[in-house]
């Protein structure tokens, strides 16, 4: 029996890789610096917000550009011999490498005590911004040199230590942009099998992610020092060329915007092994993506150039929030409550003076007014006598003009004196419709 014979013909199959997009070009995108350099300070910026949004910790499983700058930056944490070999430079805390502490606050002088504190804490430079921004009560009177004088009503006393609440935020949505991105192109990228560019896009996201949460790990500390038994009343001031802050309160209160601290505290510490091994991570991740990124398809370069220019875009926008008004916010409402906050300006420094003295009632008011107006002229000693005079006396400080009128004066100093004293009593005038603005608010 005859059967015809079929021929089957060979059919030219294409493999995946070759029908990709971009599969017959032959240029190729050089990658080595953007792999490793490209968005440095943006991502080194963005992972100091770790510790002051609540979960940002879990929000780093993404691409990030900047691997060498984040893993240089905190490697300097890792405390040892072999950490200090690879990441050389000053050992710093870490509150002050994630830029939780290091300002110097202005000038405090205890009103009862008399305790000067030549530089505050990093708290007390926070609290003097948050003051300086507030808006101001004007005072009627002479005006050459305006000064801000705000009163702080601190009668919360928080715990000596403690870990306040950070704040929410939602970030959380915006993260996902990168993160589905970082992983949508780690997928593609497996899928057209350009194993090179999938496994440099998986290492960066396991690498940052890894990082973030690691480095958030530290817990996120405030304290101040518990004042000794007996202690007067903590009341104050702080003071700087343009603005002066009239502390209230117990010394356990006061002493939260004198001496407090934010600090980090971290489990591996003092040699924060686990960051070291982080860093370390991250700078293989960079030299791997250097070697290996130019041995991708066109297609698969493409995906992770992309993949890191919308995680440039997540880092550069928690880079651009502004870290010391966050930690302002943490300090005013999760550390000492919003106390309440009353601000006035005033035309001149001689007025000033006046109006905190009679805030503050300090225990020695001519050492305190001496250190407001130290101009050591006749007419400014008659000045500061004669209004110190009536201070102690409790006498209202309404002056006529015969009171300037003192013998041994020139007419020209009599003058000034008429003028100083008119300042005094503006001051006088702002503090009694202070005492009745509280009168009513009680």
Do not use: H
């Given at each position: 029996m005859y059967l015809p014979q079929i021929q089957v013909m060979p059919i030219n199959r294409r493999s995946i890789a070759d029908s990709m997009p971009l599969a017959d070009s032959h240029f190729t995108l050089d990658t080595s610096g953007v792999a490793g350099f490209f968005g440095g300070d943006e991502a080194v910026s963005a992972m100091a917000t770790v510790h002051v949004y609540e979960g940002r910790k879990w929000l780093g499983w993404y691409n990030s550009p900047g691997a060498y700058d984040i893993g240089k930056r905190y490697g300097r944490l890792a405390n040892s011999r072999f950490w200090d070999g690879l990441f050389p430079g000053v050992n710093t805390d870490p509150a002050t490498l994630f830029e939780l502490d290091g300002l110097k606050g202005p000038k405090y002088r205890a009103a009862q005590s008399g305790t000067i504190l030549p530089d505050t804490s990093h708290l007390g430079a926070l609290f003097a911004k948050e003051c300086a921004a507030r808006e101001a009560i004007q005072v009627p009177g002479r005006i050459t040199t305006p000064v801000g004088v705000t009163i702080a009503d601190l009668s919360y006393v928080p715990p000596f230590e403690t870990n306040p609440k950070r704040l929410r935020t939602k970030s959380g949505l915006?993260?996902?942009?990168?993160i589905t991105v970082s992983i949508g192109a780690c997928v593609v990228s497996g899928l057209v099998e350009d194993w090179f560019?999938?496994?440099m896009i998986l290492l960066g996201i396991l690498s940052s992610g890894i990082s973030c949460f690691v480095i958030g790990s530290g817990k996120f500390t405030f304290n101040h020092p518990r004042p000794a038994d007996g202690a007067p009343r903590g009341d104050g001031v702080l003071f700087t060329e343009r603005e002066t802050i009239i502390l209230q309160g117990e010394e356990a209160a006061v002493n939260v915007v004198t001496r407090g601290k934010f600090s980090l505290r971290f489990s591996s510490e003092p040699e924060y092994r686990n960051i070291g091994w982080?860093?370390?991570?991250?700078?293989?991740?960079?030299?791997?993506?250097?070697?290996?990124?130019?041995?991708?398809?066109?297609?698969?370069?493409?995906l992770f150039v992309a993949s890191l220019g919308v995680s440039w875009g997540y880092n550069s926008y928690l880079s651009s929030l502004d870290k010391e008004q966050i930690q302002r916010e943490i300090l005013m409402k999760n550390v000492l409550m919003n106390p309440p906050l009353k601000k006035y300006m005033l035309g001149t420094r001689s007025t000033m003076a006046i109006f905190v003295l009679l805030i503050l009632k300090p225990a020695e008011p001519d050492k305190m007014l001496e250190e407001f107006v130290p101009n050591d002229t006749r007419v400014w000693r008659v000045w500061r006598d004669v209004v110190l005079q009536r201070i102690r006396k409790g006498v209202k400080l309404d002056f006529e003009p015969s009171d300037s009128q003192i013998d041994g004066l020139t007419d020209e100093e009599r003058k000034l004196l008429a003028i100083l004293f008119a300042d005094a009593q503006a001051a006088y005038t702002g503090f009694i419709s202070h005492s009745q603005s509280l009168t009513k608010e009680r």
């Open positions: 915006v993260a996902s942009i990168p560019s999938f496994t982080c860093s370390m991570l991250l700078t293989i991740q960079f030299v791997a993506q250097l070697l290996l990124i130019p041995q991708g398809t066109l297609f698969g370069q493409i």
